[in-house]
């Protein structure tokens, strides 16, 4: 009975599973660019929000590291 079972393993996939492989490829490729802008746009207002702060505390020590440098 096994020539009652002549499937193609050849068979072409149909045109609507090409389009669904299409959408599901273009869907991973936008998670992924959606990824990066999240990170890109954490780390940014991170520096935003931080940078001010860091940066004074790099002026008020500014005059301590001097003063040691020019003993040394």
């Known amino acids: 009975m096994a020539h009652l079972h002549?499937?193609?393993?050849k068979a072409k996939p149909?045109?609507?599973s090409g389009i669904g492989n299409k959408v599901k490829s273009f869907a991973e490729i936008a998670g992924s660019a959606?990824?990066?802008?999240?990170?890109?746009?954490?780390i940014y207002q991170?520096?935003?929000?931080?940078g001010p702060i860091v940066a004074q505390g790099i002026r008020s020590i500014a005059?301590?590291?001097a003063a040691?440098?020019?003993v040394l």
């Open 14 to 16: 149909s045109w609507l």
């Open 46 to 50: 991170g520096i935003s929000t931080y």
């Open 6 to 9: 002549n499937i193609s393993k």
């Open 63 to 65: 005059p301590a590291v």
């Open 34 to 42: 959606k990824g990066l802008w999240d990170v890109g746009r954490g």
């Open 68 to 70: 040691v440098g020019a």
